[in-house]
């Protein structure tokens, strides 16, 4: 064994059967759930264009793309001042952006939405609108590693294109119900509208600080009424504004009660009573079809507020302290940064690794999740015994049984522990005398209790089939 | 719509829904096969250091990776001669592989085999020997795009380490076949075995000249057997070494006859004749359990001869011009390059574009592989219609059907041509007068038949059976 003990790059991860069928059981649930409610898949590749990437997160985003070396001979045609600071020494005081624009033209993708509203304009005269897609792939950004955050990590959102209705918020609000209904976690789903937002910032006079305002009263659990306010003048409101906000942040009761004092207070708002409107008719559309989740209104809820234009939507997990597992909102202007305005869209989006977690902490991944598939090892005691393992092995898998030949004739202790490594059920002996007599020994591995049967296919499912 | 439609690298693609669909078809096949028999998912990041990937794949290959440019200041603390050529002048002549290596240490993975010999290296203590994987996932190379070449395409490979047996070999041809039997595609088998070839090498006198003897009998078939003795003498051989070859070249008959033959003809060698034994051990094995493709033995075959120790594997399709689907082979020291020597490992790996092109030209993609997944599609007639809709559509999807309503009030034949569009089977029409009487109208858009049912789930259900 070699000094260098190989490794990946940080932030990044292997993933070990066991990890891997976990984590199917999650894509899979939200993929079958995105299907019965026709969204359908789609791919972008790995790699875009840096002029699709740049730009589209901020200047902070730019430098957490991660970006490729062109090919060849990268620097030829470079004129030597991109290698030179302002001063003209070489390697000193780079305009780095400048620089790496000539050596790189592609980027790994940061997220999923600005590749699928790429997507939306590249095909637009082949796609039917609306167009509902949902797209689970990884993404790549170049943040500090940490705990649960990666520099590879899956996302998996469905969005639809080309409709204002919000019927798409009632539906895409059912579809999350849907998702952690079906995962077992319960879920306290939490809605805004970025009109309501606006609708206050107007209403006490900042309709330019919607940001600080939000950004502000999303602390409001943490650290009480009095140090919001004095955060709000901080950030230059006015105490005139800060006063007209307390019967805002006073909001209380049900969802419905909360809805109706905001709907009065909003009221001078044009833009406001819209938003409140909008909430009015989504919590009015998943009330009357059911939900398992907690809804919950929450005037502070912002997610991303320069992006969204509408319904804000996070998710969070009621019995496990975590960050938000789910979000999404709709979104007026997605396509218009590629020459496409108009095209108002909505969606939402998993968080898979943080899903991951929760599942692991309240232990609610399903006992079939374990690292190996097999059902049933036949050990091996040598090459005539061996084939008739084969042959069996070969008419349980027709019968859509998983099933495993071990190679090697090797001790059976070893088999053995090959057997409970994998967590398999069931051992099939096949040794000297069975094959003789037309018989298979099978152990099942849970009672320990060994069972001689005739070597067919049938008998040996009747045992598996018995211990369920 | 701006001047510059976005476009996407050359050599990648976006994936529409029924690409997607038709693609999904092909890789869960592999992956329910795989899985049969016990082979267990695994996945490793697209990123891998450089010092995993280089020097693995040749000089060539070195150049094909895709690199990932350093974060940050990447030229910074970089000695100026690094940018200059052997005679001191700036950016001319530049060494770039030295360069490189300076600011960029992260590559994308140019395999699968690589990444998995570095996992199972960097994983040993957690696994359980012998350790089968299989593993989905893109890969990348910077080849010169063209016709059936990608940037981006999906490799899935089925790899077994820690284990010498045969049984392995005969296993992973069952699966190979079972994958092209569900498929539909006939398809040849091709089997050889690298200690063949070297026997060939061995017995002709020229043990050195293993790679120039393959490639040249390897076009047999195309350029006959004068051009091949032609080119086996420019490449080096003796006119005695030809003469000796010529009875290998000549063998004919079944599978069995030529292994017969070659048996004889390869007795002097001792490398040579445990090829022999482990390809007829190889073929008994597959025979004797039965196979849909037709079985073929190539002397010719390579495939990567520096790479494979034992059996190789080649699949082609019977009825398609296309070069090989599928293949594969034994490594014997697949992670000694990682610093753990002695582990064989044996592997197949398909590649899902070509099989993508034998379905398409076969026609053999099922019906069902479509772009819209939806069953019945509600048309939107209003409000209280569409609350109606929501409702049944709810009800539908918890009985596992896949139902869509649509989100706006639209004229009707905007709402019809979405369902032409998304070839969607049924259309369900609650208007006005459905809604008074409880009624839902459901439209077979194959047959034009309209049918008004009860507006209940099972109603629905019961129209959608009849007309399978």
Not at 8 to 19: A, H, L, M, N, Q
Request: with cysteine; net charge negative; charged share 25%.
């Amino acid at each position: 064994m070699s000094a260098n003990k190989p490794s990946i790059p940080k932030g990044t991860r292997d993933f070990s059967p066991v990890e891997m069928v976990r984590r199917n059981y999650i894509f899979d649930t939200i993929r079958q759930v995105f299907r019965l409610y026709s969204y359908n898949p789609v791919e972008t590749p790995a790699m875009e264009n840096l002029s699709t990437l740049m730009g589209k997160y901020g200047e902070e985003g730019d430098k957490l793309l991660f970006k490729i070396l062109n090919s060849g001979e990268y620097l030829k045609g470079i004129e030597p001042a991109l290698l030179e600071g302002p001063d003209g020494a070489l390697l000193t005081d780079i305009n780095y952006p400048r620089l790496t624009n000539k050596i790189s033209e592609k980027g790994l993708r940061y997220d999923l939405t600005v590749p699928f509203a790429r997507f939306v304009v590249q095909h637009r005269n082949e796609l039917q609108m609306p167009f509902k897609r949902y797209q689970i792939q990884p993404v790549w950004r170049a943040d500090r590693p940490q705990k649960g955050r990666y520099r590879e990590f899956y996302q998996c959102d469905a969005d639809v294109v080309g409709s204002d209705s919000l019927v798409n918020e009632i539906e895409l609000l059912q579809m999350v119900d849907e998702v952690f209904r079906r995962l077992k976690i319960n879920v306290i789903l939490k809605l805004n509208n970025r009109k309501v937002l606006a609708g206050i910032a107007e209403l006490i006079g900042h309709p330019d600080k919607i940001i600080d305002i939000t950004t502000a009263i999303d602390k409001l659990d943490k650290i009480g009424i009095e140090n919001v306010n004095a955060e709000l003048i901080e950030r230059g409101l006015s105490q005139e504004a800060v006063d007209k906000l307390q019967p805002i942040l006073a909001i209380s009761g049900t969802v419905e009660e909360r809805l109706a004092q905001l709907s009065s207070l909003l009221a001078p708002s044009e833009t406001g009573t819209l938003g409140v409107k909008e909430l009015q008719t989504v919590i009015d559309g998943v009330r009357a079809l059911g939900l398992a989740a907690t809804l919950d209104l929450d005037v502070s809820l912002a997610r991303g507020l320069n992006y969204y234009t509408g319904t804000i939507i996070e998710v969070k997990a009621a019995d496990v302290q975590i960050g938000s597992i789910s979000g999404g909102g709709r979104y007026d202007n997605l396509t218009g940064v590629f020459g496409m305005p108009g095209l108002s869209g909505v969606g939402v989006s998993f968080g898979a690794d943080r899903i991951y977690d929760v599942l692991l902490a309240l232990n609610l991944f399903p006992a079939e999740a374990k690292a190996s598939a097999t059902t049933i090892l036949f050990a091996n005691f040598g090459t005539a015994e061996c084939a008739r393992a084969l042959a069996l092995a070969k008419e349980l898998r027709a019968a859509g049984i998983c099933a495993e030949v071990y190679p090697d004739a090797v001790k059976m202790k070893k088999q053995m522990s090959y057997a409970d490594a994998g967590e398999i059920p069931f051992v099939a002996i096949i040794g000297e005398s069975e094959l003789a007599e037309g018989k298979v020994t099978v152990k099942d591995m849970t009672t320990g209790q060994q069972t001689s049967v005739d070597a067919d296919a049938n008998s040996i499912i009747a045992i598996i089939n018995s211990s369920k």
